[in-house]
């Protein structure tokens, strides 16, 4: 008799009485065959695969080979039914038949045939490592790193690309070198660089400038901010938390994930969040039915600190960055995403316009930039990316400035950059400084043997109109004055008095700017 099918962890597990009629049409819609020794008639299992094409196996292999089937197959009951060779269970896997082909030998202790397609072991090993197989993963691991794969084309990049996204530090680390041999800024390789961090690519890039100096000596030796993300002004406790949030009239408690117990007024937490307001009705109705009279207690797997800083936005209080913890930047990026998550949009909205303060866009504007693009913030990315651009990105020094955005991200920062220097200097060339009566040109003039000083000169006066771009409210402009004379040679200086100030020099560059440059930020 032919029952529905029951739903597992994404398997689709049915008990069918007989698909013997079905078989033949089955297969010769598939353009694969099990092989032979995927078809013996005394297995225990027949698993069908997303294209149904079914293989008759042993439970135990699976049990043994798969951390995912043996959970499955040793404590879900199975239906059962008989057909012709005895009695059966069946499972639907959702692979293709090929996918599953490569994986059921990688299990079986039988000898293993080469696969010779570099793609077609990226999707064996996403399959494998979606399904808990370590002994194929293992197995396809190594089969990366012969020669006939590393040494060909572009093939290291995509491997050390492909290692990154897996999380394989091994595989990474051991062809580091020869992708380092690879433009990592090329177009032939760009959409590689979608599934690797910024930092993976920068790895890259330092290989190549520096192939004998450790990645970590490219950064600042600081103390790593993410590592403390998770406390305020200290981890809270019973006597640190405000008295707002251990109210003894409080009618919930909130317990967070490390052991820390608010005690606050559920109508606060169900009108700020949809999730919260269901979380809170399921446990009312819990702690009525069993437990009147009782408080109920919801645990969020957030830390104390977290939770306080959501709490100061969640209820009508007065707040400042200092107190609720959000004057540190990955703590505001850490409550941020919890916001999200349940759905807080009144603080979501505050965070948002908290991201945007000078004190964080004029120190950290990689770092915001890079979380912007990843939460697909755009209003707040174009405004990071204007600020981020006026420094290379390649030499930042901060390490955690890079760990919120993608190699693809960091690429279009650099373009971006590299767009904007190209037009600074074409702009650059139009701006005259009046001098002498014999009008001297002051990028022209130069009475100095040193031939970097043009070169040192041409770079201060970039870093002084990007920083001219830049709104007043958003980065205190620069005395340009002083950038523009304080290194020329002598006979320029000697003609700076006819610039009274600084702003007549900021007039004269926004001008400038407005009449030859054009950005798209």
């Known amino acids: 008799m032919d029952s529905l099918p029951i739903l597992f962890s994404g398997v689709e597990l049915s008990s069918t009485t007989s698909t013997t009629e079905n078989q033949t049409n089955r297969r010769s819609a598939s353009a694969f065959n099990a092989p032979p020794r995927f078809l013996n008639p005394t297995a225990d299992l027949i698993v069908t695969s997303s294209d149904n094409v079914e293989f008759k196996t042993w439970k135990a292999i699976l049990i043994e080979g798969s951390f995912f089937f043996k959970g499955m197959l040793e404590d879900s009951m199975l239906n059962e039914c008989t057909i012709g060779w005895g009695k059966v269970e069946r499972v639907r896997w959702d692979e293709t038949a090929k996918i599953i082909n490569h994986l059921l030998i990688l299990m079986y202790p039988i000898p293993k045939p080469a696969i010779n397609s570099l793609d077609e072991i990226f999707d064996v090993i996403r399959a494998a490592e979606k399904w808990q197989i370590p002994v194929a993963i293992d197995w396809l691991k190594a089969t990366l790193l012969c020669k006939k794969f590393v040494d060909v084309d572009r093939n290291a990049f995509k491997i050390y690309a492909f290692a990154c996204e897996m999380d394989f530090t091994d595989i990474r680390d051991e062809v580091a070198k020869k992708a380092s041999e690879i433009d990592p800024f ?7 660089t979608r599934h690797m961090t910024a930092l993976d690519l920068l790895r890259l890039v330092k290989l190549r400038s520096a192939p004998y100096a450790t990645f970590d000596s490219h950064f600042t030796l600081s103390p790593n901010p993410d590592a403390t993300a998770t406390m305020s002004t200290g981890l809270p406790d019973s006597s640190s938390i405000p008295s707002e949030f251990r ?37 009312s109705e819990t702690s009525s039915a069993h437990n009147q009279g009782t408080r109920p207690a919801l645990s969020l797997p957030l830390p104390a600190s977290i939770i306080l800083t959501l709490l100061y936005y969640i209820y009508p209080l007065p707040r400042s960055p200092t107190k609720t913890g959000t004057s540190r930047l990955e703590h505001l990026i850490l409550c941020m ?37 990843s939460m697909g913030f755009e209003e707040e990315k174009k405004i990071a990316r204007t600020r981020a651009i006026l420094f290379d990105p390649m030499e930042n020094r901060n390490r955690n400035d890079f760990t919120e955005m993608t190699g693809y991200d960091l690429i279009q920062l650099r373009e971006f950059r590299t767009t904007l220097v190209k037009r600074l200097m074409a702009a650059l060339r139009k701006l005259s400084f009046p001098s002498s009566p014999s009008s001297c040109v002051h990028f022209e003039h130069y009475s100095h043997d040193d031939a970097s000083h043009k070169a040192t000169l041409d770079s201060v006066f970039v870093q002084a109109m990007c920083q001219a771009i830049i709104p007043n409210s958003l980065v205190t402009t620069p005395d340009l004055y002083e950038m523009l004379v304080g290194g020329t040679c002598l006979e320029c200086r000697k003609n700076t008095a006819r610039f009274r100030s600084s702003e007549e020099i900021i007039e004269q560059v926004n ?6 440059l054009v950005l798209y930020c």
Request: glycine share 4%.
């Open 511 to 516: 001008k400038v700017l407005k009449e030859h």
């Open 186 to 192: 090329g177009i032939p390789v760009r959409s590689h």
């Open 337 to 373: 995403r919890a916001a999200i998550e349940w759905d807080i949009q009144v603080a979501v909205s505050a965070f948002r316009e908290e991201l945007m303060s000078p004190l964080h866009l004029q120190t950290r504007p990689l770092k915001i930039y890079g979380f912007a693009n």
């Open 247 to 283: 109210d003894t009239n409080g009618d919930l408690a909130v317990h967070s994930a490390d052991g820390v117990e608010f005690s606050v007024f559920r109508l606060f937490l169900a009108c700020s969040s949809p999730k919260l307001r269901d979380r809170i009705l399921k446990l």
